[in-house]
Every structure is written in C-alpha cells, then in structure tokens.
C-alpha cells in the first residue's frame, strides 16, 4: 500500500486533481463503495478497515465533496438569500436580521444578488435548489414578471420566503411593509402643511412595493378632494438618473409643484440635486419625501425626509418564518409598519389646510 500512495502523491503533485472516494479505493485496492461507507461509520464495515480508510484519507488529504454529502443526508443546514442589491442600505440591513437569526439557530447564510435581471434570478435560483440549501429567502427582482422558478422552489420541496418585494403568483411566506399606508400617511403629511399639488415620481407598477405605494398616494389625495394630473405622476425605474430625468420634466413643466413624493431614496437625491441645481429652493419651493430611510439621507443638505421600513426586523421575520417552516411549522405572514422620518426636505412652511396628527410623536418621527 505505501508504494501505490507513494505513487499516487507524485501523480497528484503534477495534476493538482482533487482526492475522490475511488482514488482511495485505488490505493487501498478496495471498491469505491467500501471507501464511502467506511468514511460514514457503516456497522457493515469492520473497524479495521474503517480506521486505515480514515487513516488513508488523512494522508491523501481528501476532502468530502460537501453538495454530495448535503444531498444525501437531505439537508445542508445552509439558508439561501436572494437580493436584487446588496449594497443597498435597506437590503445589507434586512441580511443583516436574516444572518443574526440564521446564525443563532445554527445556519449558514449563502448570499446572491439578483442585480434586478430576471434571467440571473432564474439562474440563482436554480442552482440553489441543486441541494446547495434548504430553504431561500428572497426579494423579487423588478426585472422579474414570470415567477415559475420561484414556484419549481416548492416542487423541490424546498421552502420559500419572500420579504418586502412579494407577489401573490408564488407560494411562499410574505414578510413585508405595511407599504400603503407608508405612503398614504406620508401624503397626508404634506397635505397638513399646506402643499397640495403634490407629484409622484413610482417605481414599476408590477412589483409590489412600489404599487402599492402608488394606491397610497392616490387615496390619501383623493381622500381630501385632490384628484392628480397625468404630469403628477411619473411610472418607471428606481435610480438616480431617473430622478434627475423626473426633476427636468417638472422643470419644463408649467408650474412647479408644492412637494414630490418619491418611491426611492435613490429616485429623490436626484430630484432633489437637480432642482436645486437649476435655482430651485428645497424646501421651500418645493418640499421632497422619500421612501426606504437610506444611510444618505442625513448626510445631504437639506437632509431628506423618508420612511423607516424597519428593514433588518423585516430581515429577523423572514428568518424566523423560513426556519419555522423547515422545522414543520406554519407560520403566518407578517406585515411591519413603517414610521415616517421628517427631515428637512420638507420643513413646514406654515399651512392653509386644516389637519389633526394625532399620531406625530417625537424625535422628528410620524
């Protein structure tokens, strides 16, 4: 046995191949399937045998394929998570919830971002399910608007939560905010301080988040008399560019509005930087609300008014949800509520509009 491992080093030494099971099996001129039980403690295999395998392994440096062993023991004991950014504020926080939880209860946490394209999700999610994970987390990409890999998730019996992005097509827990009134009460806020023509920059309407963010705004107009006009609103993507793009139509447009409610943080410091670029005074000429309390909304001047969606608790239920599913439970859904966050992008400038916030308490919060 010593001359074939001599013999064996040397030929691993040129090709750099990684040890399997039947390079053992090789050397110790055993099958394959002896290698493998013996490796696993089976009673069928004598002690002897199974002590010069583990002995032989050591030497060879072999190390166990872990997917392969995953597979066969049915679990990995690893959550997988799916964002669309992972350098977004709100999602490196709610993976941080998610993390802190998994971790406690004995998890590992594999993290993948999306980067907002349907067909890399597809792909995360398909290489998830290959038994690299029990269960997924996830946040659906904007890009996204078939949902059958999510729902080839539950085929493999592998269980699924979906956190703040979610959608009724898929069968999977929901851990979200409570998105709607987040902008129904952000709308009423400006309304209390005067400002009624007030516009809306909205992300996609066929996610989630930014639909129901859009029905919050509408309502709560509509509520005291205000129906907008079609130059209100502006429907499409989420950045920066977008917004300065959106401040420039304002610009053009024939009279500025009293404040801008803005689906996305991202949307809002580029209306914001755009408007003041082009002399327009913030706040007050125009007052601007955010939405998703990113890290940067303090550091600007003025700092901008957003909403707190709680995202690392949003992270911590999700958590707790998808492990309680994988212990046999059935959890039920969870809605958070968001809190308004005023800063001084929208710093009331006296008021003709009459309004009862019961619900203003302290710190600048709603």
Known sequence: MGNRLHTFTLRMNEKKKKVSIYDIAAVLGVSGSTVSRALQNHPAI?????????????????????????????????????????????FSSAIEGIE??????GYDVL???????????????????????????????????????YNNLAEDRIPLVLFDRVSDEVKAGMVRGNDY??????????????????????????????????????????????????DW???????RDAGVAFAREILQGKALPDAVFVASDFVALGILLELMRNGVKVPEEVAIFGYANESFDE??????????????????????????????????????????????????????FSMNLTDITHEGKL
């Open 46 to 90: 004598s002690e002897k045998v199974r002590e010069q395998v583990r002995k032989t392994a050591r030497e060879m440096n072999y190390k166990p394929n872990a997917l392969a062993v995953n597979l066969k023991r049915g679990y990995s004991k690893t959550i997988g998570v799916v964002v669309p950014y992972i350098n977004r504020n709100f």
């Open 111 to 149: 993290i993948c971002q999306s980067n907002e394209l349907y067909e890399k999700e597809q792909k995360i999610l398909h290489s998830l399910s290959q038994g690299k994970v029990d269960g997924v987390i996830a946040s659906i990409a904007y890009g996204t608007r078939d949902y059958s890999h």
């Open 233 to 239: 609103v502006r429907i499409g993507g989420v950045t």
């Open 181 to 230: 009134q987040g902008a129904y009460r952000v709308v009423r806020y400006l309304l209390s301080t005067g400002r009624k023509r007030i516009f809306h920059c909205a992300g996609f309407q066929h996610v989630s988040v930014w639909r129901d963010r859009y029905r919050g705004y509408w309502d709560a107009l509509q509520a005291y008399g205000i129906t907008p006009e079609a």
């Open 299 to 352: 550091l600007i001047t003025p700092s901008l008014s957003s909403v707190d969606q709680f995202s690392k608790q949003m992270g911590q239920a999700a958590a707790r949800m998808l492990i309680g599913k994988l212990n046999g439970e059935h959890p039920e859904d969870v809605l958070i509520e968001p809190e308004l966050i005023l800063r001084d992008s929208t710093r009331a400038q006296g008021s003709d």
């Open 100 to 105: 802190e939880v998994a971790n406690r209860m």
